[in-house]
């Protein structure tokens, strides 16, 4: 998915969406912005503040409104709608790479598994938007494993604080998901209660 000028979008959106937004310089921008609207700002409409949200996550994830309104209006056809569609995001292939920190981003995430450099179960998997299930093993295909997608790969898994859902192995350059995400309120830049209405309307 293209997605255009992250700095831009994230500023427009409000809330640091990208892993390059979440920074200092992003910090100081968004300063500059409300200084400079400060008083001009006219209040959201409630479907405003809903359609907000929704781009938050959906960009936060970096997938299409196609794919975005299959797994909100999925998760509203069920019980618990929001944990729901939570775990629909969370545990996409794309997602579980970079939250174990087999890759840097999630964009790097969908490249690598795209391409074919990630493994589930032992199995060599093209598909970033597959949805892994409690118990399944994440790794590196050994053909790819000198590739620069993965040079600093030791370092970040041994550094990065994963979601306790997820262990990893970072000699072995594998996760292991041992449980499932879930979604609090407040702890994300978005809000899944106001996504949900606005596709419930």
């Known amino acids: 998915m293209k997605i255009g000028p992250k700095y831009k979008i994230a500023r427009r959106l409000g809330a640091p969406i990208f892993e390059k937004t979440q920074g ?22 409630e479907f405003g503040k809903q359609l907000l949200e929704k781009q938050k996550a959906r960009f936060s994830y970096g997938i299409t409104e196609k794919q975005f309104s299959k797994y909100a209006k999925g998760a509203l056809n069920g019980a618990d709608p929001m944990q729901k569609l939570f775990r ?5 292939l794309d997602n579980v790479l970079y939250r174990s920190g087999l890759a840097k981003t999630r ?40 590739s620069p997608l993965f040079g600093d790969v030791e370092e970040r898994m ?25 979604y609090a309120p407040g702890e994300q830049v978005f809000e899944l209660g106001a996504v949900l209405e606005f596709y419930s309307r």
């Open 24 to 45: 200092q310089k992003y910090a100081l921008s968004l300063a500059r912005k409300e200084k400079n609207m400060k008083g001009r700002n006219k209040p959201k409409s």
């Open 88 to 92: 629909s995001l969370e545990l996409r």
């Open 107 to 146: 964009a790097a995430g969908r490249q690598i598994a795209a391409h074919g450099h990630a493994t589930l179960n032992g199995r060599r998997v093209t598909v970033p938007s597959i949805e892994v299930k409690e118990g399944d093993v994440i790794g590196i295909r050994g053909g790819s494993s000198a």
């Open 158 to 182: 041994n550094t990065l604080a994963a979601p306790a859902w997820v262990s990893v192995d970072p000699k072995k350059r594998e996760a292991k998901v041992g449980g499932v995400p879930v």
